[in-house]
């Protein structure tokens, strides 16, 4: 059975850091593309970043270019989200998302489709 912990969110004031974790359970890690996803209230679920397998191909969205960094750990079965310099817009419930590394592509890394495993969620806010 898989398991995907999220942790990390809380309560972050505008232009801090925050770090959110996943880890997962019950597959085999590397054969997994795994992305972060995050959804506002009253709005749809939007991608953030992902990370291939291997950790070497990363995508990110353009409302975190700059200032998001993902990142896995393959002892930990761990993937990581790092955002700076946080703005009001990142208030949202953070999803890690775990798609088979054959079915992740470039076309649709952004998309919720390949993903076959989700965690529940943290949830972020960000306070001026």
């Known amino acids: 059975q898989v398991h995907m912990v999220e942790s990390g969110g809380g309560l972050v004031q505008a232009g801090d850091s925050l770090t959110l974790s996943c880890v997962v359970s019950?597959?085999?890690?590397?054969?997994?593309?795994m992305a972060w996803f995050r959804q506002a209230a009253g709005k749809a679920r939007e991608f953030v970043v992902g990370i291939d397998g291997l950790g070497i191909r990363t995508s990110y969205a353009d409302s975190v270019k700059g200032r998001a960094t993902i990142s896995r750990d393959k002892a930990k079965n761990t993937v990581f989200l790092r955002l700076n310099t946080v703005t009001f817009e990142d208030t949202a419930v953070y999803y890690c998302?775990?798609?088979?590394?054959?079915?992740?592509?470039?076309?649709?890394?952004?998309?919720?489709?390949?993903?076959?495993?989700w965690g529940q969620g943290t949830q972020v806010t960000v306070s001026s």
């Open positions: 998302a775990a798609g088979g590394k054959e079915s992740v592509t470039i076309v649709n890394v952004a998309t919720t489709s390949p993903y076959s495993y």
């Open positions: 019950g597959l085999a890690f590397d054969n997994y593309a």
